[in-house]
């Protein structure tokens, strides 16, 4: 009884891996792990956070500063005056102060205004930094995906040659046994046979890679293995004409460098604003502690201007730098546009040339079938030779291999076509 309930629970348990190993699992379930759990996009999402604070740091100018100070000082002696000859001491040798004081800036000449709005764009370039690494990342998950999909393909054509090899070898060891045809057939098939398992197993190891790198997009555990949905297929509309205008404003990445070069303008603006004045006002309240004296706490109220007359080149030292960031900003939002357009023509030339591809090979296939066939009956029939059945073999996994790149090529480029849009 007791290894019946063992065998029962087995039975569940290894029932239960195989239902979960089998799931299906669609190219849109892995976009949304990957958008929630993907590593990269975990530590990318930092960086908007960050900025956040960045703002709310800016933000504070607007209001006043307030500073509390105390402290205990001993002398060596107390401080004293003399008044009609006679002396007089003025203060204790050791006393204590505090203080506490609100300074706040009137006007800075747009200083305060630029650095917060620069902060506020920042924050929205990083926003938008971190859409595009997101698009790559979906990027990514496709191409595993379809990659996985096509090495599936290729296995099982490259696991029909080895049968057919095998046929092939079976026949050759009759035919040498009657004594029609030599030895030579059948070590030229054992050697292509061995040759075709090699490939297979490159293959096979190939699909277990591809999976690793899709479960770490994904933030999958190592091991986790599905069926993938092999009807899946992207939209075409984006082989349509495809407007670059519309298409630059839709990339995240030329929004985050737009706004980088902003920011520069900004920060050129707030590096200026070091050559003028300031005007602030202050309130304090100071006590030190003085028994000579009638008052030893004193409030008062201050307005004021100040303007710094020399601080060693900083601040000519911060425009040059800021008017320079500026510069790389605008040279790289350039080169980026140019880029975009570089990638909108180069996928929409391998969309057109993957689905032409796809036409070729499928006409391919029949015809290194048909020619396989023709082949094995000349060779039956003792009036062909063995290396024009293996070459006919090699013809017909060649051809289906070509036909699944075609088809898998298609739709990755189609992605990398919508990825250059901005449409993905």
């Given amino acids: 009884m007791r290894n019946l309930l063992f065998s029962i629970v087995t039975s569940g348990i290894l029932l239960t891996g195989t239902v979960s190993w089998a799931a299906q699992l669609t190219l849109q379930e892995c976009l949304e792990r990957a958008r929630q759990h993907n590593p990269t996009l975990k530590a990318a999402a930092w960086a908007p956070r960050i900025a956040e604070q960045d703002i709310r740091q800016s933000t504070a100018a607007n209001y006043p500063r307030v500073d509390a100070q105390a402290g205990y000082t001993m002398q060596q002696a107390a401080q004293g005056a003399k008044i009609a000859g006679t002396k007089a001491e003025t203060q204790q040798a050791d006393y204590a102060t505090a203080g506490l004081s609100a300074t706040y800036t009137i006007y800075d000449f747009g200083r305060r205004n630029a650095r917060q709005r620069m902060t506020a764009v920042l924050a929205d370039s990083s926003t938008q930094s971190f859409e595009a690494r997101r698009t790559d990342v979906a990027l990514q998950v496709i191409e595993t995906y379809f990659s996985i999909l096509e090495t599936g393909k290729l296995i099982s054509a490259a696991e029909d040659e080895v049968t057919q090899v095998e046929e092939h070898r079976r026949v050759s060891q009759a035919l040498f046994e009657e004594g029609v045809v030599t030895r030579n057939d059948v070590l030229q098939a054992e050697v292509r046979l061995a040759a075709t398992k090699q490939k297979l197993l490159t293959m096979k190891n190939n699909r277990e890679n591809n999976w690793l790198q899709l479960n770490f997009l994904t933030g999958s555990q190592p091991g986790f293995r599905a069926e993938l949905d092999e009807g899946i297929t992207l939209p075409n509309g984006a082989t349509a004409s495809v407007n670059e205008s519309d298409a630059l404003s839709r990339r995240h990445d030329i929004q985050a460098l737009r706004l980088g070069v902003e920011a520069g303008d900004l920060e050129v603006r707030e590096s200026k604003t070091a050559f003028y004045p300031e005007l602030y006002t202050q309130a304090a309240l100071n006590y030190v502690q003085n028994d000579k004296a009638l008052e030893q706490a004193i409030m008062a109220a201050t307005i004021g201007i100040k303007v710094n007359l020399f601080d060693g080149f900083a601040s000519t030292a911060a425009i040059e730098r800021a008017v320079r960031n500026r510069s790389r900003s605008q040279d790289a939002l350039r080169q980026a546009e140019t880029q975009v357009r570089l990638e909108i023509d180069t996928s929409r030339n391998d969309v ?50 070509d036909y699944y790149s075609a088809l898998y090529d298609y739709q990755v480029s189609q992605a990398r076509l919508k990825r250059a849009a901005g449409e993905l």
């Fill in 352 to 401: 057109n040339v993957a689905r032409e591809r796809i036409g070729v090979a499928q006409t391919a296939i029949r015809q290194s079938e048909e020619n396989l066939r023709i082949n094995r009956e000349r060779y039956r029939e003792r009036v062909g030779t063995a290396t024009e059945v293996l070459d006919a073999q090699t013809l017909v996994t060649q051809a289906k291999t």
